[in-house]
């Protein structure tokens, strides 16, 4: 009887010690199984244990950001899915949806999020907005606007890591 009395204890210590996995986890948990991305998108988890902090990369085939390839790191706090991952790009790029400090312009990511929604359509929405940058709803560069050619021009010179009005931008491309 003592015997038992005393592997039951020790079963109270060992549960004790595992972190509690919260909703948050459960639902990303959730959400990462039933990803299915295109080969244009990679995640990668520094640390396998954490779901919440990784990081999505964006290659696209096609569109005037062929040939780049962007990061950007996902932080998901303990109130998703009421709040929208934050997400931001790791690198600094000429994008009319990006700004310098990396804050992504995405309408779900902002006013327009639902518990609903879900990592996939923040993934997909991040690379629609390098298939077709949205000009009716820039951070900056109304470049796009303007003169689309120059933009264009600009968007190559500056994933080459070339300078645009004085700001230096990262190479993205090989």
Request: one cysteine or more; proline letters at 7%; aromatic letters at 8%.
């Amino acid at each position: 009887m003592i015997k038992i009395w005393s592997m039951k204890k020790n079963e109270d210590q060992a549960s004790k010690k595992k972190p509690k996995t919260s909703a948050a986890q459960i639902r990303v948990q959730k959400d990462l199984t039933e990803l299915d991305l295109p080969s244009t998108m990679k995640t990668h988890f520094p640390d396998p244990a954490d779901l919440l902090n990784f990081t999505l990369t964006i290659t696209p085939d096609e569109g005037m950001y062929k040939g780049g390839s962007f990061v950007f790191q996902f932080n998901i706090n303990s109130n998703y899915p009421h709040e929208p991952p934050k997400v931001k790009c790791t690198q600094v790029i000429y994008h009319p949806n990006v700004d310098l400090e990396g804050n992504v312009c995405l309408n779900i990511l902002r006013e327009d999020w639902k518990p609903v929604l879900n990592l996939n359509s923040v993934m997909v929405g991040l690379q629609y907005l390098f298939l077709e940058p949205n000009a009716d709803d820039p951070l900056n560069k109304e470049e796009l606007k303007r003169n689309r050619e120059q933009f264009i021009y600009n968007v190559k010179t500056s994933m080459r890591g070339g300078t645009i009005k004085g700001v230096q931008y990262n190479k993205v491309t090989p």
